[in-house]
């Protein structure tokens, strides 16, 4: 079984930067991804918000740069699927894939997540063109406009309070009469005039013609169905962590995230956790970078016994 130093499962910024740095201490490094290196940044258009580019930078070609980066410094980036893990408490811990099985001394576990879908026609299409996961990622592309939230969570209600200080106003369209949200979010949202909430509503389509200009809702007391003006739309329904493959072996909070220190140790030695997929993450590419930066450092710190 071939064996290695730090073993990252997922090759999103979080990994690529945990990666970059243990590679880069001469630990032999794999990075595993089962879909495509860059992650979330792959699939994302224009990236903004990561300094360094002041021009910005799109996401796919962020993603390449960062895989380059990484392999530079002789971090193997294998494609497969890992499926489960074994031995976590002892010094050699077992990774299996689809297709091989390895031993590492250390693994890193980068694993990401993925946001909720509405699953209504037209919120693939007009992803990147109106429809966006990330309010702090794409607020600025919609500055002077009239935006929607969909949800009813403090999610929706957050990210709709921030949305307000860009945007001219927000709709947030909440399929209940009543708010998930914590009481002190509903009375901001209350407060703030740029805010408006839509109850007992759905959204059924996304519409437009380049980019999204108007949503189809449903109230759902009337049972009518109406247009809705809005370029942009932020969902925001609710984030699955990719941690099922963890299930019973690490400690979670109840949405999935695995639990970490500041330094991004979980509680069994040699087993660290980084970017979205650890709880209280930021969800933020530069926090996923630090967090693998952290991650790859405590590594190297586990193993030379400092
Ligand atoms: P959440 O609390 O699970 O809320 C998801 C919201 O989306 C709910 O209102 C839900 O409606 C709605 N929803 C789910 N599926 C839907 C669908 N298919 N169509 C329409 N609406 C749908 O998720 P979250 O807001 O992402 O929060 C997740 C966790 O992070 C929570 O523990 C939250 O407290 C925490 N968080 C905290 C803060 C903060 O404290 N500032 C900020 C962000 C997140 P129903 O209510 O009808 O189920």
Known sequence: MEQFDVLIIGGGAAGLGAGLYSSRAMLKTMVIEKI?????????????????????????????????????FGAELKYEEVV?????????????????????????????????????????????????????????????EEVIVVGGGDAALDEGSYLTGIVEKVTVIHRRDQLRASKILQERALANPKMDLLLNHVVEEFRGTDLMDRVLT???????????????????????????FLKGVLPTDDLG??????????????????????????RQLGSAVGDGITAALAAYHYISGD
């Open 36 to 72: 495509g290196f860059g992650g979330q940044i792959l699939v994302t258009d224009e990236i903004e918000n990561y300094p360094g580019f002041p021009k910005g930078i799109k996401g796919p070609e962020l993603s390449r740069m960062m895989e380059e980066q990484t392999r530079r």
């Open 84 to 144: 489960a893990v074994e031995q976590l408490d002892r010094p050699l811990k077992i990774v299996h894939t689809s297709e091989n099985s390895y031993c590492a001394k250390t693994i890193i576990i980068a694993s990401g997540g993925s946001h909720k879908k509405l699953g209504v026609p037209g919120e693939e299409d007009y992803s990147g063109k109106g429809v966006s996961y990330c309010a702090i990622c794409d607020a600025n592309f919609f500055r002077g």
């Open 218 to 244: 449903k109230n759902l007391k009337t049972g009518k169905s109406y247009e809705f003006p809005a370029t942009g739309a932020f969902i925001y329904i609710g984030f699955i962590p990719n941690s099922g």
């Open 257 to 282: 995230h695995i639990n970490s220190d500041i330094q991004m140790r979980t509680s069994i030695p040699g087993i660290f956790v980084c970017g979205d997929v650890r709880t209280h993450s930021e």
